[in-house]
């Protein structure tokens, strides 16, 4: 079975751009989480997407948003960019939400110019 | 909030044991374990539950002090496998929402 895939795998914008990342979770997994991770540190929690609504937002500004869709996909979109949005993006799925284990993509490497 | 693992780097030869630490200054729900190898996604080890429960298989375990907050993973006769950035993530209540440490890096040498 296919694991979290994650599109693109890379991706360079300039400052000021708007990007969208797209995820497609586990078959059956109904829960979709997205992470930043900066390199050298831990992955941090983004939003949780479960049955279409948003579960959980961590601490990130407005310009952050994403949305999940019928089939469970989700989308991250990052609007106004800026030279700190630049990261790793790793999206993980779950079977249902709450303490389950967390499957994640390979993610998709952001650099803002 | 974030959880302080220690060490922030071991070096191991094959067939040693290490231990790596995760210390929350919050009450924790659950402890999440990860590996990260270089350029990959993290992969998911095992979840802990507050209620000091031991967890593992074969030669990785790991255990949760409910009383320290404190999560403890045990490598046990290391391999080179085993190399790699390991993640705790902790939870703090029944949702989804995990906060993750800084890693710790674990190199086996042959």
């Known amino acids: 079975d296919a694991g979290v895939t994650q599109s693109p795998t890379h991706l360079i914008k300039t400052r000021g751009q708007h990007v969208t990342l797209r995820c497609s979770p586990i078959?059956?997994?109904?829960?979709v989480s997205w992470y930043q991770q900066v390199l050298g540190q831990g992955p941090q929690f983004i939003f949780q997407?479960?049955?279409?609504?948003?579960?959980g937002r961590g601490n990130f500004p407005d310009r952050f948003s994403a949305r999940q869709f019928p089939n469970y996909s989700s989308e991250l979109n990052v609007n106004a960019l800026l030279l700190g949005d630049s990261a790793l993006y790793l999206c993980?799925?779950?079977?249902?939400?709450?303490?389950?284990?967390?499957?994640f993509g390979d993610g998709t490497r952001l650099s803002i110019l | 909030q974030q959880p302080v693992q220690s060490p922030q780097a071991v070096i191991l030869r094959e067939g040693e044991d290490a231990v790596i630490n995760c210390s929350s200054s919050?009450?924790?729900?659950?402890v999440h374990w990860y590996r990260q190898k270089h350029g990959e996604a993290p992969v998911f080890l095992m979840i802990?539950?507050?209620?000091?429960e031991q967890k593992g298989h074969e030669k990785i375990s790991a255990s949760f002090n409910e009383k320290k907050q404190q999560s403890s993973l045990y490598l046990t006769a290391s391999q080179l496998s085993y190399s790699g950035t390991y993640f705790c993530?902790?939870?703090?209540?029944?949702?989804?929402?995990?906060?993750f440490g800084q890693g710790t890096e674990l190199s086996v040498k042959p």
């Open positions: 919050k009450a924790l729900y659950s």
């Open positions: 802990l539950l507050k209620g000091g």
């Open positions: 993530g902790t939870g703090y209540n029944q949702g989804g929402k995990l906060i």
């Open positions: 078959s059956g997994h109904k829960s």
């Open positions: 993980a799925s779950s079977f249902l939400t709450g303490v389950q284990p967390q499957h």
């Open positions: 997407y479960y049955e279409k609504e948003e579960r």
